[in-house]
């Protein structure tokens, strides 16, 4: 029996169709017409988000990354993988993808769009109550204990992130395009492409500058701006931008090849 305060409770909850741990940490499942979608366990806790001037050095930057110590009081569950087109379809019956492949992310999706794939994912799945993350559980998610640029180290290469390396020294494999979800290999905490592939949209209102804040539940999700938050970067992205600190805002209505969604619970 799980007995922790950063344990998950109830565990299983009644949505899950499969459960269990591994080195990476408490996992479960999500079943719907046959298709999976596996959740890891994100433990409350603090980490540093946001990123030290050095870092973001000479990069266009929409907001700043002011670095600061967030408290998530609660834990949660993420995906694994963002959205593919095949869970896409099964819940809404169409693909807006331009890059077609039933493991692909599904991206050309907007912030409303993916509001209206939660609600209706919720109706299918008794229990279930689906969200996007804030931007705060993401960018935890993403670091994985790290605090470097990357969960991966100070640096990435093509076989660790799809990204757009064209500015690069030497020749080095440019995809132009998403890979299919699981390509390439996971953080520490097992999710995987939280770099690269593509945008991820999150729960949370556009702020300048997340600085000021000491603290922010992840249950706080109400907006504070029409603009809404990217995180991660996408296959179109030179490495500055496929950060973990990285952050982009788009309107609710923008749907894009390089913009997808990832669930927590």
Not at 9 to 33: K, Y
Not at 171 to 180: H, N, Q, Y
Request: proline letters at 8%; one cysteine or more.
């Amino acid at each position: 029996m799980l007995r922790s305060a950063a344990s998950p409770a109830p565990f299983p909850p009644p949505w899950a169709s499969s459960w269990g741990e591994d080195a990476c940490g408490l996992w479960l499942t999500v079943s719907l017409r046959g298709i999976r979608q596996l959740f890891r366990w994100i433990k409350p806790g603090r980490f540093l988000m946001g990123s030290p001037e050095e870092e973001s050095e000479g990069y266009f930057l929409p907001g700043k990354e002011t670095r600061h110590e967030v408290r998530l009081s609660k834990g949660f569950w993420l995906a694994d993988t963002a959205v593919t087109q095949e869970l896409w379809q099964a819940v809404m019956r169409s693909n807006p993808s331009g890059f077609i492949g039933p493991q692909h992310p599904v991206e050309r999706v907007s912030w409303d769009m993916a509001q209206q794939f939660l609600w209706q994912l919720n109706a299918l799945i008794p229990g279930l109550n689906a969200r996007l993350p804030t931007e705060a559980e993401w960018e935890c998610a993403c670091r994985a204990g790290s605090s470097g640029p990357f969960s991966f180290g100070e640096e990435i290469t093509p076989e660790q992130v799809n990204y757009n390396p064209s500015d690069e020294i030497g020749e080095k494999l440019c995809r132009r395009r998403t890979v299919p979800v699981k390509s390439l290999p996971a953080n520490a905490w097992g999710l995987h492409e939280m770099h690269g592939n593509v945008w991820e949209w999150c729960q949370d209102g556009w702020q300048e500058d997340l600085g000021g804040e000491a603290v922010l539940d992840p249950q706080d999700t109400a907006a504070t701006g029409v603009l809404r938050v990217v995180k991660g970067g996408s296959w179109v992205c030179g490495a500055g931008y496929v950060r973990a600190a990285s952050r982009d805002r788009c309107w609710p209505d923008f749907s894009g090849g390089s913009i997808g969604l990832r669930l927590a619970v």
